[in-house]
Every structure is written in C-alpha cells, then in structure tokens.
C-alpha cells in the first residue's frame, strides 16, 4: 500500500512484518452497531422470516386456496394441483429473489449502499398490505403476488446489507460485523416459529396477519437508517467526494486513523480510474478474477443446495415423517429457532479469531454428515423399528440448522465483499446473488415431490454437496481475514502469476511460501532456489 513519507514515519519502519505498516485497529463504534443491527432488523431478518413463515399456516392457506376456487368454479382442487399451486407460493419467493439479485448492481450504483436499502422498503409495505387483505378479498393471488415482492427485497437486501456493512467496516471487524445479518436471519426464523403457534398467530383467523407483520421491523428501519452516512468507500471512489467521505469516517470510527483508510481507499481509487464498473458479461470475462467468480459460483450455489431451505420451508413435515408426535412438532420447530441464534453468535464472535474459511469448512462439513444422519435414522426407523431414531432425526435436522448458522449462513455473502475491487463488487453480487435464488427457488420447489418420490434418500444429495463445496473451499480460498481489499485483491493476483508460472518453469526450480497455512501466497510468493538457478 502507497504510504506518504510522513504516514511512513508515524508507524513503522519499511522492513518490519507487513501487518504492523497498516492502519491502527479500528474499534466498534455505537454508529457501526447501530446501522449493522438497523440494516439486518429491518431487511435481513425478513429473510429469515418470509423463509419459515409459510411453515405453520400451510394447512391454512391449502384450504383458503381450496375453498376459493371452489367458490369460484363450483369444484375444487386436487391434490396434486393443490400441492403445486403451494409449491408455487413457497417457491415465488425465491423467483422475486432472483429478480432482487439481478437488478442489485443497478440500485447500488445509482442511489448508493445505504440508499438502497432505504428505497427498497416500499416493496415490504406493498407486500403486506397484498397478503394481509388477501383473505377478505378472496385472492390466493395476493397471497402469491406479495411473496414475490417480498421475494425481491430479499434479494436486494441479502447483497447489498452485507456490501453495506463490508465497506463501513474496518478491516480487523469486517467479518464480525459482515455475519451480523446472519444472525438476524436465524432470528427471523425463530420468530416465524414462536408467532406460529397456536397460542399466538397459528390460528386460522390469523394467518394473513401472520404474514403481514414483516412492515413493523421495516418501518423502524425507515424511521432510523437514514439519519446514518452512506458507505465512505462509494463516497470517495464512486462519488469522488472527499469531504462527505471523511465526514462518514468520523461517525463511524473512533481512535482510529482516517488518514490511513482514506491512502487506502485513494490507492483502490488510482488502480479504477480507467476502468468503469463492469457488467456482469465482462466479469465473466475477466481472466483476472476467474478464480474469484468460480469461488463465490461455489460457495452460493453450495449455501442454497446444502437443503438448507428444504429444512426451514418443511420443518413440520420432516418431523411429522420422521414420527413426533403433532402436538409437539410446533414447540419441537421453535426450538430449533434457538439453536440457529445460538450458532449465528458463535460464528459471529469467532470469526476474527477463526477466519471465514474454518468456519465454511466447518458447516458445509457438519451439514454434510447431518443430512447423511437423516437418511441413516429414517431408514433404522422404518427398517429395524428403532423409535428413538426419531430424535436422532431431530438432533441431525438441529445439526444442519447450527452447522449452516456458524458460517455458510453468513460468510458467502461477507467473502463476496471481500474477494473483489470496488469496480467488480457489484456485478459479483448480481452473480452470487442470482445463482443463490435460482437454486434456493429448484430445492423450495423440487423438494416435496423428490421427497415424495426418493424418501429419505433425498437427504443424501445434499451431503454430497455440501461435503463437496467444505472440500472446495479447503483446496481454492485462501483466508480473508483482517486483509484489505487491495491485499486480497493482489493475493489472487499472484495465485494467477504463480499458475502461469508454472506453466513454462519445472516445479523443483520454485519455492512457494504458504500464507497462514492456507495455501495463499506471501508478498516474496516466488523465490528461485539458488542451488538450481544458473550462476
């Protein structure tokens, strides 16, 4: 990182450890926990909750579905047709996410991070007012046509809330405060589960009022948010405005030397001033960034296909199949709930001391072996009669829920920050963005009639891939934690020159230097052994 002669002189000599010429640790601040918790309360959280608040009352909208259309046709639906038109309801949520992540780069560019998620809080009011007055006036359209707008706010809000938070943040907090959605998310859920109860809003007359809730967080949000900065780093490298920039950096640090950051985000500036933020088509075209893209390809097709979305959409069902009792299924469901926070805290909390990529490995592994669980425990259950595998059922369906809270949950979304320049970010968002509702839509879609059709089997492919993307990740990304843009932007620089390198020189004549032992490159990344270098 270019450093004035005078920055120089106030750290540190040019020949001590790398880390120490940074700017000082940054320190967590009442403005960055504000705007982390008002961002995630009033957008992430609605993720979480418009994901299992479809659970509870499905026996509810089934039937106002069937008596609606017998009212208008005189018959009513079959089964089958009844169970695709809910599929569809579950899944269009998914369709609007996919719409949300596409037009994403768009929103950011044009009104900014936190401007975005500002202006994006119409879609919510809409959305409720469509689902809560559905039922009076007889429309199963309603109800479908506001999980799709919902469906669109969450995938707006699941990019640009972690973009957001990633670029107010400084280095040392970004993934602490980048795993904060996560946990909302987890909290979203939860209060899905403990609303749907039958004591609360499980009732029959209260499903469109159970749906309709998610305008309370939003509206605190409106309310809050827009009295906070928008990100210094779009101030300052998009907007080219130095004062508003330090202006935001003074709200949001404390003890914490601005000079420093601004050199920093000036240096990314330099290195973008003749190149435009790219499209999606020239990303893909990027060489530069080829491992980048594949990475966040991975790890967000592996976040949504690990089943995670099969669990939270059929929670009742899994249990109802695997033998609980129905009086305990909703307290069983909720319970669940306090695990996900649970494990989002851990992972919260642990990955400035642990790094993104054990926490990746970690989950994608634990959710691999818990589907794998699943499968085993139905087929005892069914096969050998053992009863108590039912709970073992339960423990595994606990498991994958914790393993995808501690890091997969959060970390794709946060490394999608990370890997890319301020020029990339948002075309890689609309990338990651895309391919996470595509394959959250295929398993909230496809899982009941694979389920119906493969039985408990089903579980298998989702520990594969997940077994699959923990390896991944273990081979391909190199850690993140506590790097500048700019320094991850060169560590995948050099893993580029290092392949091609080793492309035209034999292997024995390179040493590679591992980087916190996990296979990244080290600034000297290439040294040629002097006994086989010719004198």
């Given at each position: 990182m270019r450093r004035s002669k005078?920055?120089?002189?106030?750290?540190?000599?040019?020949?001590a450890p790398l880390d120490s010429q940074k700017n000082p640790t940054g320190h967590l601040t009442g403005s960055l926990l504000a705007v982390a918790f008002l961002t995630s309360f009033g957008s992430s959280m609605l993720y979480g909750y418009n994901l299992a608040v479809v659970n509870s009352p499905a026996v509810y909208i089934k039937d106002f579905y069937n008596k609606t259309v017998l009212s208008r046709n005189g018959t009513g639906l079959s089964g089958e047709t009844l169970t695709l038109m809910y599929s569809l309801t579950v899944s269009v949520f998914a369709i609007g996410g996919l719409l949300g992540s596409l037009i994403v780069g768009m929103l950011v560019t044009r009104f900014g991070r936190k401007g975005t998620v500002v202006n994006t809080t119409v879609l919510v009011f809409i959305?409720?007012?469509?689902?809560?007055?559905?039922?009076?006036c007889g429309s199963p359209e309603m109800v479908i046509f506001g999980r799709f707008i919902t469906g669109i706010h969450s995938g707006i809000s699941l990019s640009v809330v972690p973009m957001y938070l990633g670029e107010i943040a400084p280095k040392n907090l970004r993934g602490f405060l980048g795993l904060v959605p996560s946990i909302f998310i987890g909290t979203g859920v939860f209060a899905a589960q403990i609303l749907g109860l039958h004591e609360l809003l499980g009732k029959e007359e209260h499903w469109p009022l159970f749906l309709s809730v998610v305008v309370v967080p939003t509206f605190i949000q409106l309310m809050l948010l827009p009295w906070f900065p928008e990100s210094p780093r779009y101030l300052l490298i998009e907007k080219h405005n130095v004062h508003a920039t330090i202006t935001a950096l003074k709200w949001y640090r404390a003890k914490c030397n601005i000079q420093a950051e601004i050199e920093e985000m000036q240096e990314e500036q330099r290195s973008l001033s003749s190149m435009e933020t790219l499209s999606v088509w020239k990303l893909l075209l990027d060489d530069s960034v080829r491992w980048q893209v594949l990475s966040v390809v991975v790890i967000n097709i592996g976040m949504q296909l690990s089943g995670i979305d099969a669990i939270w959409f059929y929670t009742n069902d899994i249990f109802k199949n695997a033998g609980i009792p129905a009086p305990e299924i909703q307290y069983t469901t909720a319970g669940t709930g306090v695990?996900?926070?649970?494990?989002g805290l851990?992972?919260?909390?642990?990955?400035?001391?642990?790094g993104r990529r054990p926490l990746m490995i970690g989950g994608f592994a634990m959710m691999g072996i818990c589907s794998a669980g699943i499968t085993l425990a139905l087929i005892l259950q069914v096969c050998v009669h053992l009863s108590f595998m039912r709970y073992v059922s339960v423990c595994c369906v606990v498991g994958i829920i914790a393993g995808f809270c501690i890091g997969p949950a959060g970390v794709p979304f946060l490394i999608t920050a990370e890997l890319f320049k301020q020029s990339h970010r948002p075309a890689a968002y609309i990338v990651g963005g895309s391919l996470n509702w595509l394959s959250n839509f295929t398993v909230g879609f496809v899982f009941p009639f694979l389920q119906m059709s493969a039985g408990s089997y089903c579980y298998l492919v989702f520990a594969i891939i997940c077994l699959t993307v923990a390896v991944y990740v273990y081979i391909v990304i190199p850690e993140t934690r506590n790097k500048t843009f700019m320094e991850i932007s060169r560590m995948f620089s050099k893993k580029e020159a290092v392949l091609e390198t080793q492309g035209l020189i034999h292997v024995d004549q390179l040493k590679l230097k591992k980087m916190n032992g996990y296979g990244g490159i080290e600034n000297a990344s290439l040294e040629f052994d002097s006994s086989s270098s010719v004198p």
């Open positions: 005078h920055s120089r002189d106030q750290t540190t000599p040019d020949d959305a409720g007012s469509l689902m809560g007055f559905s039922r009076i695990i996900e926070i649970i494990a851990i992972g919260c909390f642990t990955i400035e001391k642990l």
